[in-house]
């Protein structure tokens, strides 16, 4: 596959923020008429991936930028505060580079990291409905010569209709689970435009359905038993998630405080500089104040549990950060929702609230934060402290 576009080379954390920074302000542009209208955002993923933005987690020794986690998450948090669709599209990208990273072979890093770093998007395949659990998969892998066919039929692909390659979970003949990491204009490869939720409205989370296609063997890797030992899988794939949550708090937090000091301008005319001074909504405005900053510092202590674990991978490490991700993951879910709700109680039932796409905050919140209950995170998170007991390997803690 080549790429005509030049790509931006981003070699630094700082350099990374600073670019994150600015598309985030092009992109809140017109981010509302974009969910109104439903415009899947097909110009502005062009520009984000010339940015060279989603090749940023590559490590150094294959060309790429190699930045904490830390500075990822705050990036996807920037990205998602000024879009929420736009902020949660490259999350399985970079899980599927986490993916590689820890299961995939030398010649298969620098191919793969190589296309990423020419401006290749990654999408996925993983989820299936019908299955007896949520991680039980019944997309087949079965050899073909020298590769493999893929039969099955996969939903909630967010990012799949915008990429050039989609990691797909599959099971070989074996009952193993294998990440294949298939070209987007494989012969019987079909995207489905059909998701439909309220909220998250452009992710192009739909259907992928696949009917025997083909895979080259060399783009094939383990991915089962990236759960069966200690690795950084699952923990970079929820502070992913975290960061979402919290970039659309921020903005439903930022666009609530706009909203009350232009309702609110008869105070400044008569000589009164402050905004309100009604208790309650000062009182609002403090509590959520409090969650957020709360949140936003959970969110990068996680990033540094993440590196460590990343730096020295032991059952230790990866259960701290895991810890550590979750408690930034069940925040996070509270503020983006409590964000989204305390703009609704402060504005009523004006329509301005609508006509402007203020309310776009909460449902975007409400359609991420089902994802993965929130209540197990608790549930790992007392566990862990309580009774000293390790969370499981999965990708959803």
């Known amino acids: ?72 998450a705050k990036i996807i948090a920037l990205i998602a505060q000024a879009d929420g669709s736009l902020g949660q599209i490259p999350q399985n990208h970079f899980y599927a580079l986490e993916v590689l990273r820890v299961n995939g072979s030398h010649a298969q890093k620098q191919r793969l990291y190589a296309e990423v770093l020419a401006g290749q998007r990654f999408g996925n395949a993983l989820a299936e409905l019908g299955t007896k659990t949520a991680h039980d998969r019944v997309t087949s892998l079965k050899r073909d010569g020298e590769g493999y066919r893929i039969n099955g039929r996969k939903f909630y692909a967010t990012g799949a209709i915008y990429a050039q390659r989609i990691p797909t979970s599959v099971v070989d003949e074996n009952g193993v ?60 794939a929820q502070i992913l998630h975290a960061a979402i949550d919290t970039g659309i708090a921020r903005a439903a937090y930022e666009d609530a405080l706009h909203f009350v000091r232009s309702k609110t301008r008869p105070w400044i005319d008569s000589g009164n500089d402050k905004a309100t001074e009604d208790p309650l909504t000062l009182k609002s405005f403090g509590h959520l104040s409090i969650r957020l900053h709360a949140t936003e510092a959970l969110l990068e202590r996680a990033g540094e549990f993440l590196d460590a674990a990343q730096a020295e991978t032991n059952v230790e490490t990866v259960a701290a950060a895991s810890i550590a991700v979750a408690e930034a993951r069940a925040i996070s879910t509270e503020i983006s929702l409590a964000a989204g709700s305390t703009l609704f109680e402060l504005a009523g039932s004006q329509a301005t609230l609508i006509e402007h796409g203020l309310d776009r905050h909460w449902r975007n919140a409400r359609v991420h934060t089902l994802h993965d209950p929130v209540r197990w995170k608790y549930h790992a998170v007392g566990n862990y402290y309580l009774n000293d007991e390790n969370p499981p390997l999965r990708g959803t803690i």
């Open 177 to 236: 689970q294998q990440l294949a990491f298939v070209p987007r204009d494989s012969q019987g490869l079909t995207v489905i435009d059909d998701w439909s939720g309220f909220g998250q409205r452009t992710t192009g989370s739909g259907s992928v359905v696949f009917e025997d296609v083909y895979v080259a063997a060399a783009d094939v890797l383990p991915f089962q038993s990236a759960f069966e030992r200690p690795t950084t899988v699952g923990p970079l």
């Open 1 to 72: 596959m080549t790429f005509s576009h030049h790509v931006a080379v981003i070699t630094s954390d700082e350099q990374a923020l600073i670019v994150a920074s600015d598309l985030a302000e092009d992109f809140k542009r017109d981010s509302a008429l974009r969910d109104r209208e439903r415009r899947l955002p097909l110009p502005e993923l062009e520009v984000f991936s010339r940015s060279g933005l989603w090749g940023i987690s590559v490590p150094k020794e294959y060309g790429g930028a190699g930045v904490s986690n830390v500075t990822l």
